[in-house]
């Protein structure tokens, strides 16, 4: 589908009329054009990423949104939100010693022990001083990683 058929569908298929109504109540003041349009901008911005992940853009209280299902289907959707929350923030007591590592980033960490390792090795075989460099320099490397 192109984006002007995706546009078509969604908005056809939404129900602007009690978006509006939900609105007034709330005395908001919105067009049903406005709303339209909002839509259309939205929609194309889902249709237009270069992210081959799930997106999500919202303009007011609409939101569209694009997802991949097991990588053989697309879904777009368009959504009326109101988003009502509680939140409290505080200071931790400790703060985390860890982080989340991205795959890259775990497969470097892996080589360079794996390379250490096999240093570490060398220089307790042979005793010269290019393993011992690369031992120090390695772990100086795993060091700023950490």
């Given at each position: 589908m192109n984006l002007e058929e995706i546009q078509k569908k969604l908005i056809n298929d939404f129900d602007f009329d009690k978006v509006l109504e939900i609105l007034t109540k709330l005395g908001e003041n919105y067009s049903k054009n406005d709303l339209i349009e909002n839509a259309k901008g939205l929609i194309k911005m889902t249709y237009t990423s270069r992210e081959m992940d799930d997106v999500f853009f919202n303009a007011a209280y609409l939101m569209a949104s694009r997802s991949y299902i097991d990588q053989r289907e697309v879904h777009y959707s368009l959504n009326f939100l109101i988003d009502i929350q509680s939140t409290v923030n505080f200071d931790l007591k400790e703060t985390f010693k860890h982080r989340i590592v991205s795959e890259k980033e775990f497969i470097l960490r892996e080589e360079l022990r794996n390379l250490l390792e096999l240093n570490k090795t060398k220089?307790?075989?042979?005793?010269?001083?290019?393993?011992?460099?690369?031992?120090?320099?390695?772990?100086?490397?795993?060091?700023?990683l950490d």
């Open positions: 220089y307790e075989e042979n005793k010269d001083e290019f393993s011992e460099a690369n031992i120090f320099k390695i772990e100086e490397i795993l060091q700023i």
